[in-house]
């Protein structure tokens, strides 16, 4: 009987969401939206407070927002708030995982089977081009896709071929947790510098120089890196907390 | 299609969270879920024969058609809280298996 | 028909499949496996949108972390099976 309610609710949610998706202004069919009625062509454009300059890569100087890549520009710039919240939502969970999972005098999780000789030496060599990849894709975030979230993961990631691949690696959390905390006062500290000098929480306070070189967009580089240390040194530790168990 | 795609993929999940008796069933439903609305927000800014909102030294004005950025922000910060969401309640079911013995919420019995 | 249709129409139904197995699978290692191969057909579903940062960020996230933080719960859970 329960599973025929549910059956029920279910089909009448998708009639719900299918009979708005007819063409209204709200939802025009698929592929068919003008970008210029909505407000993300002021995004586009770099205009939402009054910029008036022509986007041009490569030669548009100090606009109103300097990345090149526009999904940037809105994370990092014009809804940076949001981002400060989505970091408290990972600190927050991490540090459930570690109050439920953690405890004193723990040891690796201990498994029947046990990896071969070539595997823990070979792993070292693929652990450094992850490695690098994620700070890559951390460090490039105005100029191509990614950012600072992708980049901290791909970081844990490489941690996580270590723990794979070796049976008795555990990583030095102290001074994981040290920069993770150090990571995440920072980003709040920028946001009350820009507050005193500059007016606005998280005002963007160095220039934004041209449009497309590495050494572009003010502080947002500075901002990302800082989030992909800290996401990479949380999820380290979230990974830590769950193959590992109690002993000596 | 994409799109219907992604409304039978909520349906899915949502039929899943409400029916299912194991606690990791119950976790990739919420998953499976997470997807689908992931899928649907991101589709509603699709422009036909946009190109991807990034100025390269090919596209390199404001003028061309792009495909509408919000969307993908939005759904940038949400496919990180959906992590969050995921590790926590898997760190709660391994302490319900120590505590009960078992994964479904049938058997796990009084206080 | 162009190539890009026929690929989105593939893609939407082998989602749609990949989601009722992987509800309705007998062991649980099953449905784990059925979730991950899930989430790497969303990341070309994006790619088809033409959206290449929620991408990249979904098939880090999925393939590295939710897709091994299942198994390692399941391993624990079998590790104490055996033991008693």
């Known amino acids: 009987m329960k599973n025929f309610l549910a059956l029920l609710l279910t089909l009448f949610l998708g009639f719900l969401i299918v009979a708005t998706l007819g063409n209204n202004n709200f939802f025009p069919a698929y592929g068919d939206v003008d970008v210029t009625t909505r407000v993300s062509q002021k995004y586009i454009d770099r205009n939402v407070n009054g910029g008036s300059e022509e986007v041009i890569y490569g030669q548009a100087t100090n606009l109103e927002s300097g990345p090149a890549n526009t999904i940037t520009a809105i994370v990092a710039d014009y809804r940076s708030f949001d981002t400060l919240g989505e970091v408290t939502v990972l600190f927050v969970s991490s540090l459930g995982v570690a109050l439920l999972l953690g405890g004193a005098k723990q040891k690796r999780l201990e498994l029947n089977f046990k990896p071969n000789f070539m595997l823990k030496v070979g792993s070292r060599a693929l652990f450094g081009i992850i490695l690098m990849t994620g700070v890559y894709i951390a460090i490039h975030g105005h100029l191509t896709p990614g950012g600072g979230f992708p980049g901290g993961t791909m970081i844990a990631s490489s941690v996580l071929l270590l723990y794979l691949a070796d049976d008795e690696f555990r990583a030095k959390l102290k001074g994981f947790k040290m920069l993770e905390s150090a990571a995440g006062s920072a980003y709040v500290l920028i946001g009350l510098a820009g507050l005193i000098f500059g007016g606005y929480f998280l005002v963007n306070l160095l220039d934004n120089g041209v449009l497309g070189n590495l050494l572009s967009a003010g502080m947002i580089p500075i901002i990302y890196v800082l989030i992909g240390l800290k996401v990479g040194s949380e999820i380290s530790g979230i990974i830590d907390n769950f193959l590992t168990e109690e002993g000596v | 299609m994409l799109q219907y795609a992604a409304i039978v993929l909520i349906m899915l999940g949502l039929y899943g969270l409400l029916t299912q008796r194991n606690i990791i069933k119950i976790i990739i439903s919420l998953n499976i879920l997470e997807i689908g609305l992931n899928l649907f927000i991101v589709s509603v800014g699709f422009v036909t024969d946009g190109l991807a909102p990034i100025f390269t030294s090919i596209n390199n004005s404001n003028h061309l058609l792009f495909v509408d950025p919000l969307p993908q922000a939005l759904v940038l910060t949400a496919i990180v809280i959906g992590v969050g969401t995921t590790a926590l309640g898997l760190a709660l079911a391994k302490k319900i298996y120590q505590k009960y013995g078992t994964f479904e919420i049938d058997e796990m019995g009084e206080e | ?84």
């Open chain 3, 1 to 84: 028909m162009t190539l890009i249709s026929i690929i989105e129409i593939v893609v939407s139904v082998l989602l749609i499949v990949l989601a009722f197995l992987a509800i309705n699978s007998k062991t649980l290692i099953k449905s784990v496996m059925f979730l991950s191969s899930l989430s790497m057909l969303a990341v070309i579903a994006f790619v088809l949108m033409k959206s290449p940062d929620v991408a990249i960020t979904e098939a880090v996230i999925g393939s590295g972390l939710v897709t091994s933080l299942f198994v390692f719960t399941l391993l624990a859970v079998r590790k104490a099976d055996k033991k008693i």
